[in-house]
């Protein structure tokens, strides 16, 4: 069966721009199917042929430069037509408008990128990447995909990507998007690390985002003072499952641990030394990081007092976790009976220990850093606030340091100016 293919041009009318210029599109026909295309070439309507679908004469130099790029056009599209032919005995117009925009098999795409690495990190859930990372970056490649949509592409060439893409991507997350400060700036971090990984499997010969530059705004993080832990501490709880929570959530307090790493502590991860202290030793399932904590005295006794209590997920558990949802719940409640207005979270245990526990009590932030299995200094430094306390007794201990080393031997009197 003889193949039937052509090429033909006509204006958008409805898309008509502030000059008067209406887009000029293309719409490709082989062997019944249809597939159209932009050809990124705005005109005038008067210079326009309705009945041959083509510029009225060449007459003068605008036309003839027209005139010569719908040709090229034209004959980079019959190329392609040509070579999926020759191999490929099934050939559809959106094959030969895929393969003219780039998006044939020769060149990878950047869904085509993200999937890849979607697809790396799959085969690492279990061993140093969680099924939450993976969640998190299906939400990420949505959220790409809807702004492709509003942008009428179905994808793009990494060989067209560059710098402006990935500005206008994080404008529109910030407006339209509805994204926070944060979120974006994560978002444009993953689209980062798809680009390198492109480049390191010889897709692109350069990252095309690398001089877009921006920043996260992260929040100041909440935690509990002394007085307010010991408030938690002291309250009578009259349900066996509140005081649980209660005390599950002060274990945080004073070991950093997330959520996540608290219900999956078992007892084989704690360690004793022949000189009779306790370790924390295990991994942290958000990032794969290992870390470890000495105990401190109320830790160690918070986890005698839950050896063999029921409720738990099997015996080598160390404590009763339930939900987190249901967990949260519980210890907002607790807060309101203790008079504590701050809308509390499992998560905020953990800044606790980062900040009134360990910074505040003059804790090295490196040691502090790696008990919470932090890979960077930086992230330490958003955890642990510096507080006020912390200032004023790091001052007062400075002073003492200082003592009497240096004295002013200029008189203490008021100076008068010279006008005096």
């Known amino acids: 069966m003889k193949s039937t293919f052509k090429v033909l041009f006509y204006l958008k009318k409805d898309k008509i721009s502030k000059d008067g210029k209406v887009p000029v599109m293309g719409r490709i026909t082989v062997n019944g199917t249809q597939a159209g295309f932009s050809c990124k070439l705005n005109i005038d309507p008067a210079l326009w042929d309705e009945k041959t679908n083509y510029l009225k004469s060449q007459r003068n130099t605008l036309s003839r430069e027209i005139h010569q790029m719908l040709e090229n056009i034209k004959a980079q599209i019959a190329k392609h037509y040509q070579s999926i032919s020759d191999r490929d005995a099934y050939v559809t117009a ?22 890849y690495h979607l697809d790396t990190i799959k085969a690492r859930i279990g061993h140093d990447r969680t099924l939450r990372t993976y969640d998190k970056l299906m ?133 004793t030394t022949p000189t009779g202290e306790q370790y924390i030793y295990n991994r942290r399932q958000k990032t794969g990081t290992p870390y470890h904590i000495m105990l401190l005295p109320i ?90 306390n912390k200032m004023k007794e790091d001052v007062r201990l400075l002073t003492q340091r200082i003592g009497n080393l240096y004295e002013l031997t200029q008189p203490t009197t008021r100076l008068l100016s010279k006008e005096a």
């Open 299 to 388: 830790a160690q006794e918070l986890i005698e007092r839950y050896r063999g209590y029921p409720g738990k997920i099997d015996e080598t558990r160390v404590f009763p976790v339930k939900d987190r949802k249901s967990m949260c719940t519980t210890i907002k409640r607790i807060a309101q009976k203790c008079g504590i207005t701050k809308n509390l979270s499992t998560h905020i245990g953990r800044h606790t220990f980062g900040t009134t526990v360990t910074l505040e009590k003059g804790v090295p932030i490196e040691t502090v850093s790696e008990m919470l299995g932090h890979k960077q200094i930086t992230t330490t430094q958003i955890y642990a606030k510096l507080t006020a």
């Open 94 to 115: 959106n094959k030969v408008k895929n393969a003219y925009h780039g998006f044939g098999d020769r060149y990878k795409t950047l869904i085509a990128a993200f999937d």
């Open 139 to 271: 939400g990420e490649r949505r959220c790409l995909m809807r702004y492709l949509v509003l942008k009428k592409l179905e994808d793009v060439t990494l060989k067209e990507l560059d710098v402006t893409f990935i500005e206008r991507y994080y404008a529109w997350m910030l407006s339209d998007g509805h994204c926070g400060k944060t979120t974006a700036f994560k978002r444009t971090q993953t689209l980062k690390c798809v680009l390198y990984v492109a480049v390191e499997q010889g897709w692109i010969d350069r990252h095309p985002f690398l001089a877009f530059k921006c920043a996260p705004d992260y929040k100041p993080r909440m935690f509990l003072s002394d007085e307010e832990i010991q408030r938690l501490m002291n309250i009578e709880l009259r349900y066996h499952r509140q005081r649980a929570v209660r005390d599950m959530f002060i274990f945080c307090c004073f070991t950093g641990l997330a959520y996540i790493d608290l219900k999956n502590l078992t007892y084989d991860h704690i360690v």
